[in-house]
């Protein structure tokens, strides 16, 4: 049973626009939420993260929106870049299990010009 | 050299073959991570090390050995492996204080077993 799921596999977006990218999770154990960004060869890169006592929060560009609730957690990219074109993984952590992070199967970002 | 090395970057071996993924941190963690990558499905977390103690092992075949000398160091030994074997392994690390979930991910080897 998966219990971190990206239901996009994939995501085109034009440069300028918002990229918007969905993550949903079954766990509600879970507190702790991440971003990561993984470019083809390289390992991922930790992007942002969000905690449960938390319903956003702001980097730069990157934005993380979480809605306990409804299981729901976003990522928004505003605006979006053609460096951003990766694929981008939702991950999960709960309390007592810190070094223990479940991991969604990733949505492919292309920022077209 | 900063940040999470692993080597090689990828490997071909046959099956009866016996060869060691090997991953190094710089970053003064002491938790470090075996996860394994095969297309279309999510990263599977495999081993977690922690102060160098093994803390998780996700009922991974015994064909799949790790070993932690010391914090920076993680090793991955392989052998008598199977072609659905064929992934990409990454390494992580991360702190063991507390302070963060975020886990800090090498480059990967792709292994290809023939």
């Known amino acids: 049973d998966q219990q971190v799921k990206q239901n996009s596999p994939s995501l085109s977006v034009q440069e300028g626009r918002i990229s918007i990218l969905n993550c949903d999770y079954t766990?509600?154990?879970?507190?702790?939420f991440l971003w990561y960004k993984k470019y083809p060869a390289e390992g991922p890169t930790f992007l942002i993260s969000?905690?449960?006592?938390?319903d956003k929060n702001e980097d730069g560009r990157f934005t993380v929106f979480l809605n306990k609730s409804a299981k729901h957690l976003s990522l928004h990219i505003v605006p979006s870049q053609p460096g951003d074109s990766a694929v981008y993984f939702c991950a999960a952590g709960g309390t007592g299990t810190a070094s223990k992070l479940t991991f969604g199967t990733g949505t492919r970002l292309q920022v077209t010009l | 050299e900063t940040g999470v090395t692993q080597t090689p970057r990828h490997l071909v071996m046959g099956m009866t073959n016996k060869k060691s993924l090997k991953c190094e941190q710089h970053l003064g963690h002491n938790a470090m991570y075996w996860y394994k990558q095969s297309a279309k499905k999510p990263l599977e977390l495999m081993f977690v090390y922690s102060l160098e103690e093994r803390v998780e092992n996700n009922s991974v075949p015994s064909r799949f050995s790790p070993e932690c000398p010391n914090s920076s160091h993680l090793f991955l030994h392989l052998h008598t492996l199977q072609p659905e074997d064929s992934a990409l392994y990454l390494c992580?690390?991360?702190?063991?204080?507390?302070?963060?979930?975020?886990?800090?991910f090498g480059p990967g080897t792709r292994l290809t077993v023939t």
């Open positions: 992580a690390s991360s702190p063991r204080d507390g302070s963060s979930y975020e886990q800090y």
């Open positions: 969000i905690s449960s006592i938390k």
């Open positions: 766990n509600s154990m879970f507190d702790y």
